[in-house]
Structures are given as C-alpha cells and as structure tokens.
C-alpha cells in the first residue's frame, strides 16, 4: 500500500497539474471512442500500451478478457458492454489477448482447476475457443482464437449487434506481445500482422 498511496501523491503533485485542463473537460463529459476488453492480467495496460490519454477508453477488464455470449441473466460485462455501445456509442471495439496468459495456459496445458471452481466455471467461456484451437497445449494459438471467439460473443450482445448492423461499430481483434510490445491485429481466420512496428 505505501507504493501506492506514493504513487497517488505523485499523480497528484505531477501528474495531475499538467492535465487539470483534460480533467475539468473530463468532469462533465464522458465520451470514450473505443470499448477495449482486455485481460485482468496486470502486466497488460490498454491506456499504456495505446498511448491513451483519460477519457478515451471504455476499458472492460476480465479473466482471459472473456466475454460471455448474451444470456437471460445479465453480468458485469454485459452492463459495461452495453453501456459503452448504447449510452456513450463508442465507434470501435477492441478485444486484446496477451502472450502467457494465464487462462489460456490453464486451458491449453490442462490444468487441474478442481480447486478453483469459480476460475474453472468462467474459463467456460472460452470453450469455442478450445474447439477453434487445432492443437493441445499450443498456448499462443489458444490465445488468438479466443480474441476471435470473444469477439464473436461479443456480437451476440443485443447493442453491438444493431451497432454492427447499422454500421456505427467496427470490432478489432488485439494480441499484445508482452516481452516485445508488439500487437499484432488479427484477420478472421486468426492470421496476425503487425499493428505498429
């Protein structure tokens, strides 16, 4: 806690008089341009790795940034997503997968998740993932066909469907490179270049 509350007095002393302008705009607006659901995993940063000033991502942030497809009972992810489409009407959609993700080399190595029941029911969400993967264990395979079937989830939220359909949301699928910081875009058959070099 003392590394974080320095960091608050650093934000507070240096960082944040340097944008007060950005923040007073910020207070009475809310308008991000982008929904980015990325991993939980704390070594993967949108704002950082996007260069992202405050206000301009939708972050959405989950075990394996799995999105769970629609369903009768809403969750957290699907209030975020539809908040981000419907009330702010974000233009673009990002779902970021990261190399050495911890859920996908849980799934990918089998893992024993007997013990962790809640990790082990929500990694559930990743099953289509599984059946696009041709190999066991290929972690980074894994990796980006679970970007390409969360974002098939992804459509099936009521809001970003109309969004897809009326042509006001465009989705991307992300792959950071976490010791390289690369990110590689992926095709729908799950083929990456490179977004930036």
């Given at each position: 806690?003392?590394?974080?509350?320095?960091?608050v007095a650093r934000f507070q002393?240096?960082?944040?008089?340097?944008?007060?302008?950005?923040?007073?705009?910020?207070?009475?607006?809310?308008?991000?341009?982008?929904?980015?659901?990325?991993?939980?995993?704390?070594r993967v940063v949108p704002e950082l790795i996007t260069g992202s000033e405050p206000g301009e991502l939708f972050v959405v942030?989950?075990?394996g940034n799995l999105v769970p497809a629609h369903g009768p009972c809403p969750d957290g992810v699907a209030a975020s997503v539809e908040y981000a489409v419907a009330v702010l009407g974000?233009?673009?959609?990002?779902v970021c997968?990261?190399?050495?993700?911890?859920?996908?080399?849980?799934?990918?190595?089998?893992?024993?998740?007997?013990?962790?029941?809640?990790?082990?029911?929500?990694?559930?969400?990743a099953d289509a993932?599984?059946?696009?993967?041709?190999?066991?264990?290929?972690?980074?395979?894994?990796?980006?066909?679970n970007v390409l079937a969360q974002?098939?989830?992804?459509?099936?939220h009521p809001s970003v469907a109309r969004a897809l359909a009326e042509r006001t949301l465009t989705p991307h699928g992300w792959v950071y490179d976490i010791p390289t910081g690369r990110v590689?875009?992926?095709?729908?058959?799950?083929?990456?270049?490179?977004?930036?070099?």
């Open positions: 806690m003392h590394d974080l509350a320095e960091g002393r240096d960082v944040f008089p340097a944008k007060e302008d950005l923040f007073a705009r910020l207070a009475g607006r809310h308008s991000p341009h982008t929904l980015f659901i990325s991993c939980s995993d704390a942030r989950t075990a974000v233009r673009d959609v990002v997968g990261h190399s050495a993700c911890g859920a996908m080399t849980a799934l990918a190595r089998r893992h024993d998740l007997s013990g962790t029941q809640a990790i082990a029911g929500w990694l559930r969400h993932s599984q059946a696009r993967a041709a190999r066991t264990g290929d972690v980074d395979a894994l990796v980006r066909h974002l098939a989830n992804l459509a099936t590689d875009v992926l095709t729908p058959t799950g083929h990456p270049t490179a977004l930036a070099s």
